[in-house]
C-alpha cells in the first residue's frame, strides 16, 4: 500500500522529499534518484509525458489542478491580518481525550428579515507549535435561522467534519431564510494536542444586500471565557476581525482625512459629511487609515474616544446621537469598518467627534480613511462634500486631503461591497482546499504509476543491455577504423608536407657544404625559410590533431590566425558572411591545407600588395575565395607544379570545385564552392 501524503507545498524541495516516498524497492529508488536530477528544475516527473497519454485520470487531475490555480489568482487575495485587541469568542476545556461537550452561540438581529448569507470569521491566536489563523474552528457543526414562526438550518456539518478555514472565513448561504436569531451550535471541538479542546469564533456576520445585520447585535452563548475585552460574546458582533475591509484590487490614490497635530490627546476635532438632503440613515461606517510614514501601525489616526452624530443642520445645534464613545477607550480597529447601527434615522448631515486623539510621535491628530453612510443598500455619502474643524495640509504629495473621506478608497485600495469580497474570500479557501486534493490524486498516480514503470524499465533495460554492448562494440570497431584513417591521412600529410620542406632542406644544406667557399647567403635564407615553414605546418597539423575547433566561429578563427601568420607584410582583408556549421575533422584538415598552399603560393610566387579572403555563401554553396593583386600567370600555358596539384587533390576530396583565375601582370583569383553537407560528412 502506498502511503496517503498530504501535499502542502507546490514546489521546491519538500516535493522532491515526497517524490521519494514511493519508492519502497531498491530498483524503483535507483531510478527515482536519477530522475530527480532533471525533475528538481521543474514540477514535471520524468514519466509525466507518459502519463500523459495513457492515463485519462491523470489529464483530469492536471486539468483540475490549472483551473483551480487559474480561479485562485482571480479570487480576492488573503487579507492581512487586521486583528485588534479583540480576539472574538472562546470556550475551552481541558483533559484526556475524547472530551465531549457542545456549545452554542445565538446572535439577535434587530428585527426579523430575509436573510443571504451567515459568515463565520475564525480567529488568530497561536497555540503551542500551531501558528494561529483557524485557532478554535470547531470541526463539526450547524448553523440555523430562528424566526418567530420558521426554524431552517443552513448548514450542517455533524456528519463530515469541515477543513480548518485558517484565516479565511466560511460564506454559509442563507438563500432567502427569514428570522430574527442565528444560532451557531458546535459539536466537535478543535485541539491541537489531544490535552486542550477549544472552541473559538472571531466574528460571526449576517448579511443581507451590502450591510452586515449582526453589526453590534446581541449575543447570547450558552457558556463562554471572559478575558479582559480580549474573550468574550460581545466581541463576536464587534465588527473586528482579522479580515479587515473589504477591498478590491484598484490601489489607493489618497489616504483619507488627516487633521492638524497637536501636543495634547485631549484636543477635540470634528469631520462630517453633507449627504445632500435629508435622508433615512441604516448605518455609519468608519474605517481606519495607514499612514506612509507608520506602515507598521494600521489605524492610523483613529480616534480613542468619540461620538457619532446625525443632524439636519450643519452646525449640529440638535444632533441625534447615533454612537457615543466619549466615555471609555475604544480599541483600536486597524483596518476593520467601526459599524454605528442608525435604525432609521432621518438627517443630513453626519459628524464624526473626536475627544481623545491618537498619539502619532508625541503628538496626536484624528485620521479616517473613509466615511460610509449606508440608507439601504447604497453608501449616500459617496463624494458628498466634506466639512471640518481643521485639516492637515500635506505640501507636494496631497495624498490627504477632506475630500479623499468619502472618494471611495481606503488608504491603500478601492472598497468594495462585503458580499462580492466575503463570497470571493470564502472561495478561495474552498479552491485552496480543491487544489490540495488534485495535488495529492496526481501525487498518488504518480507514485503508483512509478513503481509500474520502475519494474517495467528494469525488464526492459536488461533486454536493451545485450543490445546496448553490442552497439558499442561496432563503435568501437567503427573508431579503431576511422583512427587508422587518421593515422594515414597523418602520414600522407607529413610525407608531402614535412618530409618535401626536410627534403629541401637536406639538398640546400648538401650543395652548401660542397661549394667553395662555404654556402651562398642566398641558400641560407633559403633553408632558414624552408625550415620555418616546416614549423609551421608541424604546429598547425598537432593543433588540428590535439586542439581541433568546436564551433564553426573557432574554425574561422583559426583561417584568420593562419592568414595573419602567412601574409605578414602584405594588406590583407578576410570577410566572412556565413553562419558556418562546424567541419568535420576530415574538412578542416583539407580545408586548412587548401587554404595554407594558396597562401603559400601568393607569398612565394605572386609579389601581390594586397590580398582579399571571402567566405559567402553562394547560393546553396559554400563559396571560398581568395584574390590576389600580384603578377598572375597564364593559366593553360602554367606547368603544373606541386602546389597546383595538391590543391585539385584536396577540392576533390571536399567533392568541390576549384577554379583559378589569372593572366600576366592581373593577379589570381582562387575560387573554391562546397557543399555544406559535405563539411559535416
Do not use: C
Not at 535507483?30 to 530522475?35: M, Q
Not at 480567529?123 to 420558521?150: I, K, N, Q, S
Amino acid at each position: 500500500m502506498l502511503p496517503l501524503v498530504r501535499v502542502v507545498a507546490v514546489g521546491g524541495a519538500p516535493r522532491l522529499r515526497r517524490r521519494l516516498a514511493y519508492a519502497q524497492r531498491p530498483v524503483t529508488a535507483l531510478i527515482a534518484l536519477l530522475a530527480l536530477a532533471s525533475a528538481a528544475a521543474e514540477e514535471r516527473p520524468w514519466h509525466d509525458p507518459l502519463l500523459r497519454a495513457v492515463s485519462a485520470d491523470y489529464r483530469g487531475a492536471l486539468v483540475q489542478r490549472e483551473r483551480l490555480r487559474a480561479e485562485i489568482t482571480a479570487l480576492p487575495e488573503t487579507p492581512r491580518n487586521q486583528q485588534s485587541g479583540r480576539m472574538g469568542f472562546q470556550a475551552y476545556r481541558t483533559g484526556r481525550a475524547p472530551i465531549n461537550f457542545s456549545v452554542w452561540i445565538e446572535v439577535e438581529l434587530p428585527e426579523e428579515a430575509e436573510l443571504d448569507a451567515v459568515v463565520l470569521v475564525p480567529v488568530d491566536a497561536p497555540h503551542r507549535d500551531f501558528p494561529g489563523p483557524g485557532y478554535g474552528f470547531p470541526l463539526r457543526f450547524r448553523v440555523d435561522v430562528l424566526g418567530v414562526e420558521t426554524e431552517s438550518t443552513l448548514a450542517n456539518y455533524a456528519a463530515q467534519a469541515l477543513p480548518n478555514p485558517s484565516g479565511l472565513p466560511v460564506w454559509i448561504a442563507a438563500k432567502g431564510a427569514r428570522g430574527r436569531r442565528v444560532r451557531v451550535t458546535m459539536t466537535e471541538p478543535w485541539t491541537a494536542d489531544g490535552q486542550f479542546f477549544v472552541f473559538a469564533l472571531g466574528e460571526i456576520m449576517v448579511i443581507r444586500g451590502n450591510r452586515n445585520l449582526a453589526a453590534g447585535a446581541r449575543v447570547t452563548a450558552s457558556e463562554q471565557f471572559e478575558s479582559l475585552a480580549i474573550w468574550g460574546k460581545a466581541n463576536l458582533t464587534d465588527g473586528q476581525s482579522l479580515l479587515g475591509a473589504p477591498l478590491g484590487a484598484a490601489r489607493s490614490p489618497s489616504r483619507g482625512y488627516h487633521s492638524t497635530i497637536v501636543e495634547s490627546a485631549d484636543a477635540t476635532k470634528w469631520v462630517q459629511v453633507d449627504l445632500g438632503e435629508p435622508t433615512v440613515i441604516n448605518e455609519v461606517r468608519l474605517i481606519g487609515a495607514s499612514g506612509r510614514i507608520f506602515p507598521g501601525r494600521p489605524g492610523f489616526g483613529f480616534p480613542v474616544r468619540f461620538k457619532v452624530e446625525a443632524a439636519d443642520e450643519a452646525d449640529f445645534s440638535r444632533p441625534a446621537m447615533l454612537a457615543n464613545f466619549t466615555g471609555t477607550d475604544f480599541p483600536n480597529p486597524a483596518s476593520n469598518p467601526v459599524v454605528v447601527p442608525a435604525l432609521g434615522v432621518r438627517a443630513r448631515y453626519v459628524r464624526v467627534t473626536a475627544t481623545k486623539l491618537w498619539e502619532r510621535a508625541e503628538n496626536f491628530t484624528f485620521a479616517l480613511a473613509e466615511l460610509q453612510v449606508y440608507s439601504g443598500e447604497r453608501n449616500v455619502a459617496l463624494d458628498r462634500p466634506v466639512s471640518f474643524l481643521d485639516t492637515y495640509e500635506s505640501g507636494a504629495n496631497r495624498t490627504w486631503l477632506p475630500q479623499f473621506l468619502t472618494d471611495d478608497f481606503a488608504s491603500e485600495q478601492r472598497l468594495v461591497e462585503w458580499p462580492e469580497w466575503l463570497r470571493g474570500l470564502s472561495r478561495r479557501r474552498e479552491a485552496l482546499a480543491e487544489l490540495t486534493r488534485a495535488e495529492q490524486e496526481i501525487f498518488l498516480i504518480r507514485g503508483t504509476a512509478g513503481e509500474r514503470l520502475a519494474d517495467a524499465l528494469w525488464l526492459t533495460g536488461a533486454v536493451a543491455l545485450a543490445g546496448v554492448l553490442a552497439l558499442l562494440l561496432r563503435v568501437r570497431r567503427a573508431r579503431e577504423r576511422a583512427l587508422e584513417r587518421l593515422r594515414q591521412r597523418i602520414a600522407s600529410d607529413l610525407h608531402d608536407e614535412i618530409g618535401s620542406n626536410l627534403g629541401s632542406i637536406a639538398l640546400l644544406s648538401e650543395l652548401g657544404l660542397h661549394r667553395p667557399g662555404g654556402p651562398a647567403p642566398g641558400d641560407l635564407e633559403e633553408i632558414r625559410r624552408v625550415a620555418r615553414q616546416t614549423a609551421d605546418s608541424m604546429r598547425d597539423i598537432v593543433e588540428l590533431i590535439q586542439r581541433p575547433a568546436t564551433t564553426g566561429d573557432d574554425f574561422v578563427a583559426k583561417l584568420r590566425e593562419i592568414a595573419a601568420r602567412m601574409l605578414v607584410g602584405i594588406e590583407w582583408t578576410f570577410e566572412v558572411g556565413v553562419a558556418l556549421e562546424l567541419p568535420s575533422l576530415t574538412a578542416q584538415r583539407h580545408l586548412l591545407l587548401v587554404f595554407k598552399e594558396a597562401l603559400h603560393n601568393i607569398r612565394k610566387h605572386a609579389a601581390a600588395r594586397r590580398v582579399t579572403i571571402d567566405f559567402l555563401r553562394d547560393g546553396a554553396q559554400l563559396r571560398l575565395r581568395i584574390v590576389d593583386d600580384g603578377t598572375g600567370f597564364e593559366p593553360r600555358a602554367a606547368v603544373e607544379g606541386h602546389g597546383l596539384a595538391n590543391l585539385r587533390h584536396r577540392a576533390a576530396a571536399l567533392s568541390g570545385e576549384l577554379s583559378l583565375e589569372s593572366a600576366p601582370g592581373r593577379g589570381t583569383t582562387l575560387t573554391l564552392l562546397l557543399n555544406p553537407s559535405v563539411l559535416r560528412a
